[in-house]
């Protein structure tokens, strides 16, 4: 099984480079899971397909600290590299109230509830397929 991922679309497969393609779908339930794992509350995703060319799921969830918005931000990228994912970007790690991980297809934002509320996210993606909130499927 190749050390590589890449998660750009279709199925879970090899391509040309000997790397495998999880789709996106996949990447989704992954983040979801190391979220869970270390109990992020408030997670919900956002299905963004058609809306924009960046992403296609955005999957926000909350922290109860700075410590515990950090922990759930490194699940993600811990979760995601043992699977061969690599982040293409990760920005507000050392702030810890708003850290974005951007896995490509998923694009994560874990937060302060306080700074979730005031940026509102959820908000500008309204008219975009709210998937709900996790577990609730």
Same mark, same amino acid.
């Given at each position: 099984?190749?050390?590589?991922? #890449?998660?750009?679309?279709?199925? +879970?497969?090899r391509?040309?480079?000997?790397?495998?393609?999880? /789709? !996106? $779908?996949?990447?989704?339930?992954?983040?979801?899971g *190391?979220?869970?794992?270390?109990? *992020? /509350?408030?997670?919900?995703?956002?299905?963004?397909?058609?809306?924009?060319?960046?992403? #296609?799921?955005?999957?926000? !969830?909350?922290?109860?600290?700075?410590?515990?918005?950090?922990? +759930? !931000?490194?699940? @993600?990228?811990?979760? &995601?590299? $043992? /699977?061969?994912?690599? *982040? =293409?970007? @990760?920005?507000? &790690?050392?702030? =810890? #109230? %708003?850290?974005?991980?951007?896995?490509?297809? @998923?694009? @994560?934002?874990?937060?302060?509830?306080?700074?979730? $509320?005031?940026?509102?996210?959820?908000?500008? %993606?309204?008219?975009?397929? #709210?998937?709900?909130? &996790?577990g =609730? $499927?």
């Amino acid at each position: 099984i190749p050390s590589e991922y #890449d998660f750009s679309g279709g199925c +879970l497969r090899r391509c040309p480079s000997n790397r495998v393609i999880m /789709q !996106a $779908e996949q990447l989704k339930e992954l983040v979801v899971g *190391a979220l869970e794992d270390v109990k *992020a /509350q408030d997670v919900s995703i956002i299905d963004v397909r058609g809306r924009t060319s960046v992403t #296609d799921y955005m999957v926000l !969830a909350c922290g109860t600290s700075n410590r515990h918005v950090k922990s +759930l !931000a490194d699940s @993600v990228l811990s979760e &995601a590299k $043992e /699977q061969g994912v690599r *982040a =293409s970007n @990760v920005e507000g &790690a050392n702030a =810890s #109230d %708003w850290i974005l991980v951007d896995l490509g297809d @998923v694009v @994560v934002h874990v937060m302060m509830p306080a700074t979730r $509320e005031f940026y509102d996210l959820e908000r500008l %993606w309204r008219d975009a397929p #709210d998937l709900g909130v &996790a577990g =609730s $499927e």
